[in-house]
């Protein structure tokens, strides 16, 4: 195996042997293979890998870390914030005028919901005519949709349609900024101007499963088959990871890439590969990374600690399984957005309450919105 490659490829496959941690190091070791070492919750471990086949041979528990590193704790939450919603949610994105708003994509449109001092409610709804929404992304002045019947729309934030377009997308994403659109289809990705809706460039090849923009411009595209692409704004390809595991969604935070779907969420740094994943024996469809805390949306909504992937336990079911989910926060204002207490777009409040703090959203298959506040866990 060529050494260029070995974090790239090794590491993933060691953290699904093992069943999820984070990379510590990789070392070559003459004729015998790899050693991988990784945090797996509280202990510290080596894999031994095969130089030929890449196999893992074998998996060594080395003891457990101090215990201000154990992230294994649990907690018990309080009642959430909840709204019920008159259709179905497939997507969530936060807002961009509010930290504590977000835009929900329903089976009529797209409703905006917010934390107003500590109480979760339905702000807008937008009926748009077409199909059901399937994903949205919030720019700044409003919302892009798109629809399982072709439609790709931008409303402002009282759902006055800015333009609509027709094109089947498969995924949606917006850049750091909301001037860019990235959509992927089954025939390549699609970049659109997110005030105008004007196409302005497209590569053609195989169905893209998701995608993103990377802080510098390029895209990271996946396909049906999990391999993983970084193209350049002249198309050129950049970079190419493989893996085995169909994905749902991926996203660029904090400089790396996160990719959610068979086998759990893994954390992705461009150009290397797999430094850490979260496991799951099922398809995580969303995740929320906030901190020191990582969430899953599966059949589920589980959460682990960020530095060494350690399972802390699931929020408690609701009647129905999870959608999507995305992170709020109350006593301040969202970048560039309206300070607490001031006007808000629509002549709403931002928000200013007593309830500060940072809140997970989770939309659930019967429309309903469950807001749960977070906080240390319990020692």
Not at 45 to 62: K, L, N
Not at 355 to 362: A, P
């Amino acid at each position: 195996m060529n050494p260029d490659v070995r974090a790239t490829v090794l590491g993933d496959q060691v953290l699904r042997v093992a069943g999820g941690g984070r990379i510590a190091a990789v070392q070559l070791a003459r004729e015998r293979g790899y050693f991988v070492q990784f945090v797996r919750a509280s202990h510290l471990c080596t894999a031994t890998v095969d130089a030929t086949t890449g196999e893992v041979t074998a998996v060594v528990d080395h003891g457990e870390l101090p215990s201000k590193l154990d992230e294994s704790q649990q907690r018990r939450w309080e009642t959430p914030a909840e709204v019920q919603l008159t259709s179905g949610i497939h997507d969530l994105a936060k807002a961009h005028h509010d930290a504590a708003a977000a835009y929900a994509a329903t089976d009529a449109g797209v409703a905006l919901v917010a934390l107003r001092a500590g109480k979760l409610q339905q702000e807008t709804n937008i009926k748009t005519g077409f199909g059901t929404t399937r994903h949205v992304a919030a720019v700044p002045g409003g919302v892009i949709g798109a629809t399982s019947d072709g439609h790709v729309f931008r409303h402002d934030h009282d759902g006055r349609r800015v333009w609509h377009v027709r094109l089947h997308v498969t995924s949606l994403a917006a850049d750091s900024v909301g001037e860019r659109l990235l959509l992927g289809t089954d025939a390549g990705d699609v970049q659109v101007h997110a005030r105008t809706g004007e196409v302005i460039g497209r590569s053609s090849g195989k169905a893209v499963r998701a995608a993103a923009f990377l802080a510098n411009g390029d895209r990271v595209l996946t396909g049906e088959r999990g391999t993983l692409q970084v193209l350049g704004g002249d198309g050129s390809l950049r970079w190419s990871w493989r893996q085995p595991e169909r994905p749902e969604r991926l996203w660029v935070q904090g400089g790396r890439v996160y990719l959610a779907g068979e086998g759990g969420l893994k954390e992705i740094v461009v150009g290397q590969g797999v430094v850490c994943r979260w496991p799951s024996d099922e398809a995580v469809t969303a995740a929320v990374v906030a901190g020191g805390t990582v969430f899953t949306c599966g059949r589920h909504v589980r959460q682990f600690g960020y530095a060494t992937a350690a399972d802390r336990g699931q929020l408690p079911d609701l009647p129905t399984p999870p959608r999507s989910m995305t992170l709020l926060k109350t006593g301040g204002p969202a970048p560039g957005g309206p300070a607490p207490g001031g006007p808000a777009p629509g002549g709403r409040t931002s928000t200013g309450s007593d309830q500060g703090g940072r809140w997970l959203l989770v939309a659930y298959g019967d429309g309903k919105l469950a807001a749960w506040r977070l906080a240390q866990p319990q020692r």
